[in-house]
């Protein structure tokens, strides 16, 4: 099995552009979550789904950020206009089941570089 | 509201030696505590969680509400153990607080 799959790995933009990432859960997990680290702390939640439902965005910047589930499969989070300090590792994780929240596959995460 | 403390950003051991990496939380309920593993270019990945009272690759870890505590120990080190290191703290929900992470450095 592939795990949590994501893209692009890397990205290199100039503030005030966009930038779009994109994630793939393991199959049949329900719950999706993204994740900001930045360097030297450990990650912190952005966004957390339950199939196509954001049951908690509390600490998504919304005057920039926007995410999305359509489908209740993968799911794509945006930024826009970047900034300098967005850049940060955006980790996406899964897992199966509301009741096993704490079990969270990561993914291998997007470095996003904004000079 | 929660938080997660790891006092060391960097642990350095010898390999043989003890392990332990420090945890220390803030929670008003009854929190449930995990330590999870990030391997030099591999994903992050639990370790192991205090519910369990399992002992992953030779590390355990007790909560102790009293102190508040939940550090990760390993009575001899390996030099496969040398990974970055991060206690996380739910209270219940589905949201993981996760501490700053600890370096440990296993030397030969």
């Known amino acids: 099995e592939a795990g949590v799959v994501q893209s692009p790995r890397y990205k290199i933009i100039e503030k005030k552009q966009p930038v779009a990432f994109w994630c793939n859960p393991i199959?049949?997990?329900?719950?999706l979550y993204w994740y900001r680290q930045n360097l030297g702390q450990g990650p912190e939640l952005l966004i957390r789904?339950?199939?196509?439902?954001?049951?908690?965005d509390s600490q998504l910047p919304k005057d920039r950020f926007s995410a999305e589930r359509l489908k209740g499969v993968d799911s794509t989070l945006k930024i826009q206009p970047a900034e300098l300090g967005d850049s940060a590792v955006y980790l996406c994780?899964?897992?199966?089941?509301?009741?096993?929240?704490?079990?969270?596959?990561f993914g291998p995460g997007t470095r996003l570089t904004v000079t | 509201a929660q938080r997660v403390t790891q006092p060391e950003k960097l642990l350095s051991v010898f390999k043989g030696a003890p392990v332990e990496l420090k945890c220390n939380y803030s929670?008003?309920?009854?929190?449930?505590l995990f330590w999870y593993v990030q391997y030099s270019r591999q994903r992050l990945q639990l370790l192991l969680r205090h519910i369990s009272r399992e002992s992953i690759k030779g590390f355990t870890a007790d909560l102790n509400k009293g102190e508040t505590s939940f550090h990760l120990k390993k009575p001899f080190a390996q030099e496969e153990d040398s990974a970055m290191y991060y206690c996380?703290?739910?209270?219940?929900?589905?949201?993981?607080?996760f501490g700053t992470g600890t370096q440990l450095k296993v030397e030969l």
């Open positions: 929670y008003s309920g009854s929190p449930e």
């Open positions: 994780a899964s897992s199966p089941h509301r009741q096993f929240s704490y079990e969270q596959y």
């Open positions: 199959s049949g997990h329900n719950t």
């Open positions: 996380a703290l739910t209270g219940g929900g589905n949201k993981l607080t």
């Open positions: 789904y339950e199939n196509e439902e954001a049951v908690d």
